[in-house]
């Protein structure tokens, strides 16, 4: 039997909800190898998070949508149901 996926309790702690900030093209910070990197910032009212990442800013974004999911399931309270 498959487990349900966890609701997230959006209404009542939209305050925790993360979302993308900023996407800006950048160096990387150690000055490894070539290719393009954006640094990002995702935040929600209580905290932020900033990294850097190679890729397209597509790719980049595709992995802030995926990091935000992740943050998001382990912020947000689950509502009862």
């Given amino acids: ?7 997230l309790n959006y209404e009542e702690f939209p305050h925790l909800s993360y979302g993308v900030v900023k996407i800006e093209k950048a160096d990387l910070p150690s000055g490894g190898s070539d290719g393009t990197c954006y640094r990002y910032v995702v935040a929600n009212s209580v905290s932020s998070v900033t ?16 990091l935000i999911e992740d943050l998001n399931l382990r912020t947000i309270p689950k509502k009862k149901v």
């Fill in 51 to 66: 990294g850097y990442r190679q890729g397209t800013k597509r790719e980049v974004t595709q992995y802030c949508g995926t």
């Fill in 1 to 7: 039997m498959k487990k349900a996926e966890p609701v």
